[in-house]
């Protein structure tokens, strides 16, 4: 999978639109981007994914650049229970996810 | 749909003894897999399996090993247990190939190795 740059950590506040950054300046034309989010104690979770279009889902928003060198992911209105690590992947095989460290999205009430 | 299960939830092992962590999906999927999560780390991918029958080594399979007998089961095995196998262990089904495809993890399986 080509190599994502995420920052360690972000903090927001409730109810505000947090803009969680993803650096993939190495990504292939046909790179799929994917973001999970983690819990604390639990399993990731699905979040989003996207190829060249901006997505939308009913937890959050995928833009993703022109290039396609970076994308964001970004959850409209923040509640505590966001609070979590978000991982953002670029896959290559078809088959298997490569995690990396993640940013620790904290939300403050 | 109980989704991705797996068994135990904890585990207290001693150096030397073996153990097998069971992962069962009820979604049919094709794909499974055995990560491993480090405290403050990402994941790491262990072993995975496109297929009834099949598996392949991910990123740090050495002291584990894997099988998948059934569609619905994926085993991971630890011969003589090592305290740097003390993680918590996830394990995640995905519907087949295609970069789209979502993965379903299970909640964990804690592993402490004294």
């Known amino acids: 999978d080509a190599k994502t740059t995420q920052p360690n950590s972000m903090e927001s506040n409730e109810e505000e639109p947090v803009h969680l950054p993803c650096n993939h300046s190495t990504i292939s034309g046909t790179d799929y981007i994917h973001w999970y989010r983690q819990l604390p104690s639990q399993g990731p979770e699905y979040v989003i994914h996207?190829?060249?279009s901006n997505v939308n889902n009913r937890m959050a928003s995928l833009a993703i650049a022109e290039d396609r060198k970076s994308s964001t992911l970004i959850l409209h209105r923040a509640t505590l229970r966001d609070a979590a690590v978000y991982y953002c992947i670029a896959e290559t095989s078809g088959s298997r996810l490569t995690f990396g460290e993640g940013t620790q999205l904290t939300v403050n009430p | 749909n109980a989704g991705v299960t797996q068994t135990p939830k904890f585990r207290v092992l001693k150096t030397g003894q073996s153990m097998t962590l069971l992962c069962a999906q009820d979604?049919?999927?094709?794909?499974m897999y055995w990560y491993r999560q480090d405290p403050g780390m990402g994941l790491r991918l262990i072993h995975y399996s496109v297929g009834e029958g099949t598996t392949a080594k991910g990123e740090v399979p050495d002291g584990y090993n894997v099988s998948r007998l059934k569609k619905q089961n994926f085993l991971l095995g630890l011969e003589s247990a090592a305290p740097s196998q003390t993680s918590v262990y996830f394990c995640?089904?995905?519907?087949?190939?295609?970069?789209?495809?979502?993965?379903?993890f299970g909640p964990g399986t804690r592993l402490t190795v004294l």
């Open positions: 996207g190829l060249t």
């Open positions: 979604m049919n999927h094709e794909y």
């Open positions: 995640a089904s995905r519907p087949g190939q295609g970069p789209y495809n979502e993965q379903f």
